[in-house]
């Protein structure tokens, strides 16, 4: 589903320059500098032989913390001196992330850089002043070369991958670089603000991940590694250092794949009859799993004779399967039917596909006074997936697709294509509105705890999805100690409060985190009332030992939460434990 | 770009509150790109689903993509977008020999794109908004594709420093003919590159014309950077009004387009909207804000007006004259809304306080029927080879009142609201100011043509169309143009339907050319711009507007009329009433009015040009006299 997302942003990003703006900022609030706002200085310094110098012109901005999906900001800007310094004034109360802007330089000691530096959590009260809320900059590197394909033309408009030498995720660890990293009209590429260290400069899709997003985009780039290595035991490590040049890193791509064409028809599991209309998608099959990893499907639907068709898949494991993704989509579900590309096109598959079940239902929400969480209910998104009632037989696959429930401004809702097994719903925190959570989902009058069984093409009518809503907030103070005494996290290290509900319907999703700031205090804010398990845990940054970071083992604590107002809370956070390399 | 994209795993698994592919597809970029999409898309939005039991197989869209030389163009990737139907596209890739299928079609209109980098298409679908190609199921289309442009250089602070990071942008001013941009976006160049950390910066893909460059300013670019609250500096270290134009010719690289950069701080235009916004807003639609200095014909800043926000506001605005205009998208007919454009001068501070009120927009709704085929005569020479759907249709209102082009709020609407017809044929045509537009429909294949507009429960109205004046929306009467004539008038928020469109089969059809004007070459090079009319010969289709047609003249002469009625006419070429440099997809059409249409016709019946047209028959070359003869 990862794909979609991708093609998907991909799409966006054609668009970056038109949408984007749109979610630019809205009027900050002038506010007198009183003890009503608070103030924050700090110094920027490094870029010089010894680290130590000033940097005069390093931007500063202060953006409101929390994911808002619409409102992106800043609450405040500042440029810093010739001494270095900076001075944020007339900063109302609240939480923020401090970023520094400049561009070609990357904070000192990192390993990856993404543009911004880093990003601190700072929470703030009315008539404070906070002071020495420095950074040090390390000069970037620089990375350039370029990009050929194998019949010596240059690869234009495609993105460099950076990867760190050895690291067991090397496919996912994109170190990314500052700014442009992407190649031009000649195939020539200039990654500059990296962080000095040892990198593959790679580019094309990864072998499985990879296949099902380039075949959708009509893409066909084999992952190459420079100087032209498809196994990354044979590519050249590129060694750049702080402020460093590296030149002629060029890339000359490994021949694409071949890639197949693969069609058949959708026939219904009872009649035989072709089913037009439907929306279908396919996935990857990692080698020896279970499971369809990437997947991904675009807008073509079966034909009237039933017939589906993809093209541009290199030769791997696939499965093809119905997609339920609108709502007046026939009503059917299907297995989901593997196959597997050697060296020709395979036509002729069959899909056999069922009558789905159909649920109908209503979500409301419990209790709430706030009449604007009414008016919001629309908005939230809630989803289903059906989980198979029976164990499955060893070469069967889940498809795994999950359908959003479209709900009216009454709550009202229903969703058709479903396969049997136990629905289980889940609210989806990220893209509602921030305070809903899902607490109980009901049938008839009776909690449904696992999920509601559904029979082969069912029609239920009685489900009922019981929302929460509320505006509460979580104000912390975090106390890190060793062995009864205070202490300070390591180096490097990153504290974060998660919060999930202890109680109702358990959905990854609607965990909160937040970075703890360098005075211990972090704050959750727009919670639903019930009670919550709020965990500390400690993220040290990578190092070259261990690239993907360390972890210090959590503490937890529970609370509960009004439907509004504040709750005060302190966590003591005992760091006798060591940091544990965390593994893949 | 979000806090919960910066979380980093606390540990193993418990934090990832990363978002799913679920954040993604709703995340706000996409939400965004569909409903600033929405002046397009909302209006395309009525669902067109060909029937499961009657939609017999669809089929293909084939062709080939070939270079400026005509050499064939491989692995190109092309797409097919169905107007009106879901969001996505049917994409394949050229071949070895640049040819290409687009399989497993729905019927339907569709835009077939093609995409090489830094190469584009020959065919600029912004240059003419009218223009736009639709093809169908069994169509076959070869795709020219023509090198970009390139423009690079550097850019510098006062002490010859590097500027690094600063977004660059350009905009094209003229079209390589020389005439000027007037419409809407199509001169933003939506690609913005930014300077490395020498300086340096390359924009590619550029088509042929002359663009003004700017570096900095508020980027259209969500990101945060150390230039964004800076006046934007115009290439060569200037304003926009002393902007240096840089020429492209067709495929060249224009080195050392240097800035100096300025850094001058800009001032901020800030306000709030009024009127109702909807009680599940922003469900279901966004408001978009957009800043458009005068002189240009594109908006330099759009933001969006979401709840949350205390309002909205502009950063990096330089002095000068703005005007601005919010509108309310949505795929909701009963919603869309607009503000009157608002006029403001920034003078050496910031602008506060503007409210922007919204109001509602018009709409039109109606039904294309396709007369039964029993109706057809059995004789015709060109029975259609299969069924025509309503849905393969695409049908457009295009703005034509004087006041158009005075209008500041024009440069904010797209050239024409476009629809497609659901499988009954009825269509919604929303997001209309008040003005007069003109019709214009589409049809599925060249053997189809409007053979009659009718109004239900309304009473006809034969007396031609007058056009609104300038300025002014509010008339004393419901003026709905003859609907006979392709036209209608809608006052402010006004809901016009009942417009039912009938399509008759066994259309005519002419090309000709003009003949050369003192023996010489063709017909521009008498230095005049020509149109040839089509003017009804039968004293009763006087008055009737489906009768008539006018077509520009290619600079070889050549001309084209297609989806003509049988029947008798004159041909007749004039010169066109185009300024030189204006594009040609304004003027109302001459025989719209009274006057000129007895004009035309005592013009026509003198110029003894006659043609009758048989049903089906298509004439190819038909030898026009150069009216300077």
Same mark, same amino acid.
């Given at each position: 589903?990862?794909?979609?997302?991708?093609?998907?942003?991909a799409?966006?990003?054609?668009?970056?320059?038109?949408?984007?703006?749109?979610?630019?900022?809205?009027?900050?609030?002038e506010?007198?500098?009183?003890?009503?706002?608070?103030?924050?200085?700090?110094?920027v310094?490094?870029?010089?032989?010894?680290?130590?110098?000033?940097?005069?012109?390093?931007g500063?901005? $202060?953006?409101?913390?929390?994911?808002?999906r619409?409102?992106?900001?800043a609450?405040?800007?500042?440029?810093?001196?010739?001494?270095?310094?900076?001075r944020l004034?007339?900063?109302?109360?609240?939480?923020y992330?401090?970023?520094?802007?400049?561009? /070609?330089?990357?904070?000192?000691?990192?390993?990856? #850089?993404?543009?911004?530096?880093?990003a601190?959590?700072?929470n703030?009260?009315?008539?404070?002043?906070?002071?020495?809320q420095?950074f040090t900059?390390?000069?970037?590197?620089?990375i350039?070369?370029?990009?050929?394909?194998?019949?010596?033309k240059?690869?234009i408009?495609?993105?460099l +991958?950076?990867?760190h030498?050895?690291?067991?995720?090397?496919?996912?660890?994109n170190v990314?670089a500052?700014?442009?990293d992407e190649?031009?009209?000649?195939?020539v590429?200039?990654?500059?603000g990296?962080?000095?260290?040892r990198?593959?400069?790679?580019?094309?899709?990864? +072998?499985?991940?990879?296949a099902v997003?380039?075949?959708?985009?009509?893409?066909n780039?084999?992952r190459?590694c420079?100087?032209?290595?498809?196994?990354?035991?044979?590519?050249?490590i590129?060694?750049?250092?702080?402020? *460093?040049?590296?030149?002629g890193?060029?890339?000359?791509?490994?021949?694409?794949?071949?890639t197949?064409?693969?069609? *058949?028809?959708?026939?219904?599991?009872e009649? *035989?009859?072709?089913v037009a209309?439907?929306?279908?998608?396919?996935?990857?099959?990692?080698?020896?799993d279970?499971?369809?990893?990437n997947?991904?499907?675009?807008?073509?639907?079966?034909?009237a004779?039933? =017939?589906f068709?993809?093209?541009?898949?290199? &030769?791997g494991?696939?499965a093809?399967?119905v997609?339920?993704?609108?709502?007046?989509?026939?009503?059917?579900?299907?297995?989901?039917?593997?196959?597997?590309i050697d060296?020709?096109?395979?036509?002729?598959?069959v899909?056999?596909?069922?009558r789905?079940?159909?649920l109908?239902?209503?979500?409301?929400?419990?209790?709430?006074?706030?009449?604007?969480?009414?008016?919001?209910?629309?908005?939230?998104s809630?989803h289903?997936h059906?989980?198979a009632?029976e164990?499955?037989?060893?070469?069967?696959?889940?498809?795994?697709?999950?359908s959003r429930l479209?709900?009216?401004?009454?709550g009202s809702?229903?969703?058709?294509?479903?396969?049997?097994? +136990?629905?289980?719903?889940?609210l989806?925190?990220? #893209?509602?509105?921030?305070?809903?959570?899902?607490l109980?989902?009901?049938?008839?009058?009776?909690?449904?705890?696992?999920?509601?069984e559904?029979?082969?093409g069912?029609?239920?009518s009685d489900?009922?999805?019981r929302?929460?809503? /509320?505006t509460?907030?979580?104000?912390?103070?975090?106390?890190?100690?060793?062995?009864?005494?205070?202490?300070?996290?390591?180096?490097g290290?990153?504290l974060?409060v998660?919060?999930?509900?202890?109680?109702?319907?358990?959905?990854?999703w609607?965990n909160?985190?937040v970075?703890?700031?360098?005075?211990g205090?972090?704050?959750?804010?727009a919670?639903?009332?019930?009670e919550?398990?709020?965990?500390?845990?400690?993220w040290?940054?990578?190092?070259?030992?261990a690239?993907?970071?360390?972890s210090?083992?959590p503490?937890?604590?529970?609370?509960?939460?009004?439907?509004?107002?504040?709750v005060n809370?302190?966590?003591v956070?005992?760091?006798?434990?060591k940091?544990?390399?965390?593994?893949? | 770009?979000n806090?919960?994209?910066?979380?980093?795993?606390?540990?193993?698994?418990a934090?990832?509150?990363?978002?799913t592919?679920?954040?993604?597809?709703?995340?706000?970029?996409?939400?965004?790109?569909? $409903?600033?999409?929405?002046?397009?898309?909302?209006t395309?939005?009525?669902?067109?689903?060909?029937a499961t039991?009657?939609?017999r197989?669809? /089929?293909?869209?084939?062709g080939?993509?070939?270079?400026?030389?005509?050499?064939?163009?491989?692995?190109a990737?092309v797409?097919?977008?169905?107007?009106?139907g879901?969001?996505?596209?049917?994409?394949?890739?050229?071949?070895?020999?640049?040819?290409?299928?687009?399989a497993?079609?729905?019927?339907?209109?569709?835009?077939v794109n093609?995409?090489?980098?830094?190469?584009?298409? %020959?065919?600029?679908?912004?240059?003419?908004?009218?223009?736009?190609?639709?093809?169908?199921?069994?169509?076959?289309?070869?795709?020219?594709?023509?090198?970009?442009g390139?423009?690079?250089g550097?850019?510098?602070?006062?002490?010859? %420093?590097p500027?690094?990071?600063v977004?660059? %942008?350009a905009?094209?001013?003229?079209?390589?003919?020389?005439?000027?941009?007037?419409? *809407?976006?199509?001169?933003r160049i939506?690609?913005?590159?930014?300077?490395?950390?020498?300086?340096?910066?390359?924009?590619?893909?550029?088509?042929?014309?002359?663009?003004?460059?700017?570096?900095? /300013?508020?980027?259209?670019f969500?990101?945060?950077? &150390?230039?964004?609250?800076?006046?934007?500096?115009?290439?060569?270290?200037?304003?926009?009004?002393?902007?240096t134009?840089?020429a492209v010719?067709?495929?060249?690289?224009?080195?050392?387009?240097?800035?100096?950069?300025?850094?001058?701080?800009?001032?901020a235009v800030?306000?709030?909207?009024?009127g109702?916004?909807?009680?599940?807003?922003?469900?279901?639609g966004?408001?978009?804000?957009?800043? +458009?200095?005068? #002189?240009?014909?594109?908006?330099e800043?759009?933001?969006?007006?979401?709840?949350?926000?205390s309002g909205?506001?502009?950063?990096?605005?330089a002095?000068?004259?703005y005007?601005?205009?919010?509108r309310l998208n949505?795929?909701?007919?009963?919603?869309?809304?607009? #503000?009157?454009?608002?006029?403001?001068?920034v003078r050496?501070?910031?602008?506060?306080g503007?409210? $922007?009120?919204l109001a509602?927009?018009?709409?039109?709704?109606?039904?294309?029927?396709?007369?039964p085929?029993?109706?057809?005569d059995?004789?015709?020479?060109?029975?259609?080879?299969?069924?025509?759907?309503a849905?393969e249709s695409v049908?457009?209102a295009?703005?034509?009142?004087?006041?158009?082009a005075?209008?500041?709020?024009?440069?904010?609407?797209?050239?024409a609201?476009e629809?497609?017809?659901d499988d009954?044929?009825?269509?919604?045509?929303r997001?209309?100011?008040?003005g007069?537009?003109q019709l214009?429909?589409?049809?599925?294949?060249?053997d189809f043509?409007?053979r009659?507009?009718?109004?239900?429960?309304a009473?006809a109205?034969n007396?031609?169309?007058?056009?609104?004046?300038?300025?002014?929306?509010?008339?004393?009467?419901?003026?709905i143009?003859?609907p006979?004539?392709?036209g209608?008038?809608?006052q402010?928020g006004?809901?016009l339907?009942?417009?039912?469109?009938h399509?008759?089969?066994?259309a005519?059809?002419?090309?000709?050319r003009?003949?050369?004007?003192?023996?010489?070459?063709?017909a521009?090079?008498?230095?005049?711009a020509?149109?040839?009319?089509?003017?009804p010969? =039968?004293r009763?289709?006087a008055?009737?507007l $489906?009768?008539?047609?006018?077509?520009r003249?290619?600079?070889?002469?050549?001309?084209?009329?297609?989806?003509i009625?049988?029947g008798?006419?004159?041909?007749?070429?004039? &010169?066109a009433?185009?300024?030189?440099?204006?594009?040609?997809?304004?003027?109302?059409?001459?025989?719209?009015e009274?006057?000129?249409?007895?004009r035309?016709?005592?013009?026509?019946?003198?110029?003894?040009?006659?043609?009758?047209?048989?049903?089906?028959?298509r004439?190819a070359d038909?030898?026009l006299?150069?009216?300077?003869?």
């Amino acid at each position: 589903m990862r794909t979609l997302s991708h093609i998907i942003l991909a799409a966006a990003i054609l668009l970056d320059a038109f949408v984007i703006a749109s979610f630019a900022q809205a009027a900050p609030k002038e506010t007198k500098e009183t003890k009503e706002t608070a103030t924050i200085t700090g110094r920027v310094t490094g870029g010089g032989n010894d680290g130590d110098q000033p940097l005069p012109g390093v931007g500063i901005i $202060l953006t409101p913390a929390g994911f808002n999906r619409y409102v992106r900001r800043a609450a405040a800007r500042a440029t810093t001196g010739a001494d270095g310094f900076y001075r944020l004034a007339n900063v109302p109360a609240g939480s923020y992330q401090l970023y520094i802007l400049a561009p /070609g330089y990357t904070p000192a000691g990192a390993l990856s #850089s993404r543009g911004r530096g880093d990003a601190r959590t700072i929470n703030i009260e009315a008539g404070e002043t906070l002071e020495h809320q420095d950074f040090t900059l390390a000069r970037g590197g620089v990375i350039t070369g370029r990009v050929m394909d194998a019949d010596g033309k240059p690869v234009i408009a495609e993105t460099l +991958k950076l990867l760190h030498p050895g690291d067991p995720r090397s496919g996912a660890g994109n170190v990314g670089a500052a700014y442009r990293d992407e190649t031009d009209d000649r195939g020539v590429y200039r990654l500059y603000g990296l962080p000095a260290g040892r990198y593959l400069v790679c580019l094309g899709e990864e +072998k499985e991940s990879g296949a099902v997003r380039a075949a959708l985009m009509g893409k066909n780039l084999t992952r190459t590694c420079y100087p032209n290595a498809t196994e990354e035991a044979q590519a050249r490590i590129v060694e750049v250092s702080a402020g *460093g040049e590296v030149t002629g890193v060029n890339i000359t791509l490994a021949p694409p794949a071949k890639t197949y064409e693969v069609s *058949g028809r959708m026939l219904d599991a009872e009649t *035989g009859q072709p089913v037009a209309n439907l929306s279908y998608g396919f996935g990857a099959i990692s080698p020896g799993d279970k499971h369809i990893g990437n997947r991904g499907w675009n807008a073509t639907k079966t034909n009237a004779a039933g =017939e589906f068709r993809f093209g541009n898949l290199p &030769p791997g494991r696939y499965a093809v399967f119905v997609v339920p993704r609108e709502q007046d989509a026939p009503n059917y579900y299907s297995e989901a039917l593997p196959f597997e590309i050697d060296d020709e096109n395979l036509n002729g598959l069959v899909v056999k596909v069922r009558r789905g079940a159909i649920l109908r239902g209503i979500a409301s929400i419990e209790g709430a006074t706030d009449r604007a969480a009414h008016a919001k209910l629309a908005q939230v998104s809630l989803h289903v997936h059906v989980v198979a009632a029976e164990p499955r037989a060893a070469d069967e696959l889940p498809v795994g697709n999950s359908s959003r429930l479209v709900l009216q401004p009454d709550g009202s809702f229903h969703v058709a294509g479903l396969p049997p097994g +136990k629905a289980q719903f889940t609210l989806d925190g990220f #893209s509602s509105p921030r305070g809903f959570a899902l607490l109980r989902v009901e049938r008839g009058a009776a909690e449904q705890r696992d999920g509601i069984e559904i029979g082969v093409g069912e029609q239920v009518s009685d489900v009922r999805l019981r929302l929460a809503y /509320g505006t509460a907030v979580v104000r912390g103070q975090l106390e890190v100690r060793r062995d009864g005494q205070p202490s300070q996290i390591p180096e490097g290290g990153q504290l974060y409060v998660t919060m999930r509900r202890v109680e109702g319907v358990r959905a990854s999703w609607e965990n909160v985190a937040v970075e703890v700031d360098g005075r211990g205090r972090f704050v959750l804010e727009a919670l639903a009332p019930g009670e919550y398990e709020l965990k500390a845990n400690v993220w040290v940054r990578p190092t070259p030992t261990a690239p993907l970071g360390a972890s210090i083992p959590p503490v937890r604590q529970n609370v509960s939460v009004p439907e509004k107002g504040e709750v005060n809370v302190t966590l003591v956070y005992d760091l006798s434990a060591k940091p544990q390399a965390v593994t893949p | 770009m979000n806090a919960a994209r910066r979380l980093r795993p606390v540990s193993g698994r418990a934090a990832r509150v990363r978002p799913t592919w679920r954040g993604a597809l709703w995340s706000p970029l996409v939400l965004l790109a569909v $409903l600033l999409l929405a002046p397009i898309a909302s209006t395309a939005q009525t669902r067109a689903e060909v029937a499961t039991d009657e939609s017999r197989t669809g /089929g293909a869209i084939t062709g080939r993509v070939v270079g400026e030389d005509g050499q064939p163009l491989a692995n190109a990737r092309v797409s097919a977008s169905r107007m009106g139907g879901a969001a996505g596209a049917v994409a394949a890739q050229s071949d070895g020999e640049g040819k290409f299928t687009l399989a497993n079609l729905t019927f339907g209109a569709y835009l077939v794109n093609a995409f090489a980098p830094g190469y584009m298409l %020959e065919t600029d679908p912004s240059e003419h908004p009218s223009a736009r190609v639709y093809h169908h199921v069994g169509d076959s289309v070869t795709l020219r594709m023509i090198k970009g442009g390139v423009i690079t250089g550097t850019v510098t602070g006062a002490g010859g %420093e590097p500027v690094v990071g600063v977004f660059i %942008e350009a905009t094209r001013v003229r079209y390589a003919d020389g005439r000027t941009v007037r419409e *809407g976006a199509s001169g933003r160049i939506w690609q913005p590159r930014q300077t490395d950390d020498r300086g340096v910066y390359r924009i590619y893909g550029l088509r042929p014309g002359a663009y003004i460059i700017r570096a900095g /300013g508020r980027t259209s670019f969500g990101t945060f950077t &150390p230039y964004d609250l800076n006046v934007p500096t115009y290439y060569p270290s200037t304003t926009r009004d002393a902007a240096t134009e840089v020429a492209v010719p067709a495929g060249a690289e224009m080195t050392g387009i240097d800035i100096r950069y300025r850094g001058e701080a800009g001032r901020a235009v800030s306000g709030v909207i009024s009127g109702a916004l909807p009680a599940d807003y922003p469900a279901s639609g966004t408001v978009v804000i957009a800043l +458009k200095h005068v #002189s240009s014909a594109a908006p330099e800043q759009y933001v969006s007006f979401l709840p949350g926000n205390s309002g909205f506001a502009f950063d990096g605005v330089a002095d000068g004259d703005y005007d601005l205009l919010a509108r309310l998208n949505s795929s909701r007919a009963d919603l869309a809304a607009a #503000s009157p454009p608002r006029r403001v001068s920034v003078r050496g501070r910031d602008v506060t306080g503007i409210t $922007l009120a919204l109001a509602p927009l018009g709409s039109v709704s109606g039904q294309l029927r396709f007369d039964p085929p029993a109706a057809l005569d059995d004789k015709l020479a060109c029975p259609p080879a299969r069924a025509p759907r309503a849905a393969e249709s695409v049908i457009s209102a295009r703005r034509v009142d004087a006041g158009h082009a005075a209008d500041p709020g024009s440069a904010f609407f797209p050239a024409a609201s476009e629809t497609v017809p659901d499988d009954k044929g009825e269509f919604h045509l929303r997001g209309l100011k008040a003005g007069h537009y003109q019709l214009l429909v589409r049809l599925p294949a060249a053997d189809f043509y409007v053979r009659a507009v009718t109004l239900a429960n309304a009473p006809a109205n034969n007396a031609p169309p007058a056009p609104a004046a300038p300025g002014k929306t509010a008339r004393p009467a419901p003026a709905i143009g003859d609907p006979a004539r392709l036209g209608f008038t809608l006052q402010t928020g006004e809901r016009l339907s009942g417009l039912n469109l009938h399509v008759a089969a066994g259309a005519a059809g002419v090309r000709g050319r003009i003949a050369a004007a003192n023996g010489g070459a063709g017909a521009s090079a008498a230095g005049v711009a020509l149109r040839v009319h089509l003017v009804p010969a =039968e004293r009763e289709q006087a008055d009737n507007l $489906l009768r008539y047609a006018e077509s520009r003249v290619a600079a070889d002469g050549a001309f084209a009329f297609a989806h003509i009625s049988p029947g008798r006419y004159w041909l007749l070429a004039r &010169p066109a009433p185009n300024a030189p440099d204006a594009p040609d997809n304004s003027p109302l059409p001459l025989a719209w009015e009274a006057d000129a249409r007895a004009r035309l016709r005592r013009e026509a019946e003198a110029a003894r040009a006659p043609l009758a047209l048989a049903p089906c028959q298509r004439i190819a070359d038909f030898v026009l006299p150069h009216p300077s003869r």
